[in-house]
């Protein structure tokens, strides 16, 4: 098995050495059509944001497993600035506001530790 692990592989330790899974190598690929098509060529694994495979699964080339009950879930952060930010920052900034997951807007507190509200 070849497993395509992100630079903080939490998934896994999480899942995959728990369960007595070692792969006989990993590689460490960063473009998302070149892990799509070892996973599709058998080649191996990999945990991926559902929408960046989206096309890919909507296709039948690849299928998807959620790793535990939830899943895995990602924090994105934007900083910028504190003086007067261009338009099309601004612009940038309000369409993430309005698209984004509410339960992921959390502007100007700093990261969100689990548990903390």
Known sequence: MTAAIPATPTWFQRFLLPAGVMPARVVHVELTEAIVELVRAGQGIAAMARWAIAPDVRSGRVVVRRLGRQGLRRHWYAAVRARRSPDYLRAF???????APSSARHEGRGPRRPGAE
């Not at 900034?93 to 698209?99: A, K």
């Open 93 to 99: 900034i309000d369409q993430v506001r309005r698209t």
